[in-house]
């Protein structure tokens, strides 16, 4: 989507029965250049029919959602020992909640399905996605549950020394719980979805046709639930680690990426991602294009938390937006350069048009 089509997306979200006309004097253009954007805007799938009626116009994320509690030392951390003058935080977290909320900043509508506990974490974890834009109205409130938290320790320079997590939750999101909401999944233009989900819940997800899959390894741990599924995948994205253990494939040199990502295409994936951390990233898809891509320049890093989670929503933002690969490896990694200047594992300044000039000045 480019810019100007953003801009039109959403005051027709403001203004459904505008006429091309109307729209043309709110942006001071000729209304043929109007026709031409709204014209755009339904070959791509986001309005439809009189009225502007917004047409598959959302993502379904579902996963988890947890409580981030994040600890940031203000010098490095002494194992065994008391560590004074940390300043601790706590945040909305969740890899898929997390994408959830980064898509919404960028102007897609997001639907979340996850659970949550009857708890003060349960309404807090609801009312702060909510504030970010994601439409919650289909999480499942777990009475006399506790809600999925995770604990992270940070060094100063923000890279993170340990982190624990209580996902018990997240082992009822169950099939019947997926079943129920089958119409909303069946009207996304894509799904997101998060590993540590039960097993028989993401096989019976990935079997719902027409609606394309992206999935974030997210950790080796999940491998063997991963591996069964590539078929049915539609994206994919890992990082060096997660990749190894996936493909068996030990990436010594830069032929070994190209290696590990045709051997998961040949496993029927559409296009894969593998992100290397400061060394940039790599991608591969069906139609033979590939791109390897140094990372964008950092001047300063405030914590490493929540740059994939960025990286995975921009990944999407450029599948829904028909960029080539190229621009959507770029603007990923400018996506998560972004968030790794913020010390909060989602930065609340992202949006597509910062994203956009933060790619263009690294040009």
Request: glycine share 8%.
């Amino acid at each position: 989507m480019t810019k100007r089509e953003f801009e039109i997306l959403n005051y027709l979200k403001a203004h459904p029965m505008a006429t091309q006309d109307e729209i043309a004097q709110a942006f001071c253009v000729a209304r043929s250049t109007i026709s031409a954007h709204i014209s755009n805007l339904q070959s791509k799938g986001y309005i439809a029919g009189r009225g502007y009626i917004f047409n598959r116009d959302y993502v379904v994320c579902a996963g988890t959602s947890n409580v981030d509690v994040s600890a940031f030392a203000s010098a490095p951390l002494a194992m065994h020992n008391k560590n004074p003058n940390a300043v601790v935080k706590m945040s909305a977290g969740g890899v898929a909640r997390n994408i959830c909320e980064n898509l919404s900043r960028q102007g897609i509508n997001t639907k979340m399905l996850t659970n949550v506990g009857s708890d003060g974490n349960g309404r807090f974890l609801i009312k702060a996605s909510r504030q970010a834009g994601i439409d919650m109205d289909h999480v499942q409130v777990v009475k006399g549950a506790a809600s999925c938290t995770y604990i992270s320790l940070h060094q100063p320079n923000g890279d993170l020394a340990l982190g624990v997590t209580d996902m018990h939750l997240s082992q009822l999101l169950t099939r019947a719980y997926f079943q129920s909401k089958r119409p909303v999944i069946e009207g996304a233009r894509f799904l997101v979805l998060s590993p540590c989900l039960p097993k028989e819940s993401l096989d019976y997800l990935l079997h719902i046709e027409g609606v394309p899959c992206f999935v974030d390894v997210v950790s080796s741990e999940y491998v063997p639930k991963v591996q069964p599924l590539l078929g049915r995948l539609h994206t994919l994205k890992a990082n060096e680690f997660e990749i190894q253990a996936l493909t068996g494939i030990e990436l010594r040199g830069e032929k070994d990426l190209e290696k590990s990502a045709r051997w998961v295409l040949e496993h029927g994936v559409q296009q894969v991602f593998i992100t290397l951390g400061e060394r940039g990233a790599y991608a591969q898809n069906q139609k033979g294009q590939k791109v390897r891509m140094p990372a964008p320049s950092v001047a300063h890093i405030a914590s490493t938390d929540g740059a994939g989670d960025a990286f995975s929503a921009a990944i999407i933002y450029g599948a829904l937006n028909q960029f080539s690969l190229t621009h959507t490896v770029a603007y990923a990694q400018s996506a998560a350069a972004l968030t790794l200047q913020c010390d909060s594992a989602i930065n609340p300044a992202l949006c597509a048009e910062k994203i956009l000039e933060f790619q263009g000045g690294q040009s």
